[in-house]
């Protein structure tokens, strides 16, 4: 197993801690994401009563697989959401979307009490925030004129897979590199604001803790 595997499998396993008999759990997407699903599988194996909503088709499969129930839609708040991350600058703010789940992982974040992220230390990007290009879900309707909008806030942005990565919403993702990025607020707001564009894989100020693995030991980061 890779050091970064190792990191993610830790702060997974501690995420689960944090797992409580009767919790409705938001379910993100994602390799670090798979780690926490399995673990948690295991307490439901043991008794553990939870249910889940996931924010993708892989997530809700895994979930099902390992007997944990997932529910489509629910009306209330999530106790607590788990999900990982692509980069977290030193606020604690997130870059997201490299799995192509944006969409429905911010919708489980803006309806969960707790948003806990979960990630390996290379995560941890300070001032390289940005150094992973930005996913944006766009429409496939218009999708190059959309884009060249976004390159006019100064990046420069592919579609994935030449256009042929789908999300589980239809849409196509388009990864923007826009170099550092130091005010994810102004930023994430003028790209919602251009018509075509969906979401945005900018997260902020949406994290209550985040677990960062390292080798033998995870560091809890509380924020709210
Ligand atoms: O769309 C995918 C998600 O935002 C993931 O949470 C993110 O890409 C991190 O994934 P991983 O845990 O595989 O690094």
Same mark, same amino acid.
């Given at each position: 197993m890779q050091n970064t595997d190792k990191e993610k499998k830790i702060a997974a396993k501690e995420a689960v801690q944090l797992i409580k008999d009767?919790?409705?759990i938001g379910i993100g997407t994602g390799s670090t994401v798979n780690y926490f699903i399995?673990?948690?599988g295991k307490k439901v194996a043991s008794?553990?009563?939870v249910k889940g909503v996931s924010s993708s088709t892989k997530s809700s499969d895994l979930a099902r697989s390992y007997g944990i129930e997932i529910m489509d839609d629910f009306e209330g708040t999530m106790d607590i959401d788990v999900d990982g991350a692509d980069q977290v600058d030193g606020n604690g703010n997130l870059i997201k979307g490299?799995?192509?789940a944006l969409l429905r992982? %911010? *919708?489980v974040a803006f309806n969960s009490r707790r948003v806990c992220i979960i990630v390996d230390r290379e995560k941890m990007a300070g001032?390289?925030?940005g150094s992973f290009p930005l996913p944006v879900e766009v429409t496939p309707y218009f999708a190059s004129g959309t884009i060249k909008h976004i390159e006019k806030l100064g990046s420069h942005c592919k579609l994935r897979q030449n256009g042929n990565f789908v999300t589980d919403n239809g849409n196509l993702i388009a990864d923007c590199e826009f170099g %550092? *990025?130091?005010d994810p607020c102004i930023l994430e707001k003028k790209i919602k604001s251009i018509p075509g564009v969906v979401e945005v894989g900018l997260f902020v100020n949406m994290t209550s803790e985040i677990i960062v693995g390292s080798e033998n030991s995870a560091k809890f980061i509380k924020l709210k």
């Open positions: 009767g919790m409705i399995e673990e948690l008794g553990l009563k490299g799995g192509g992982e %911010k *919708i001032d390289r925030f %550092k *990025i130091s």
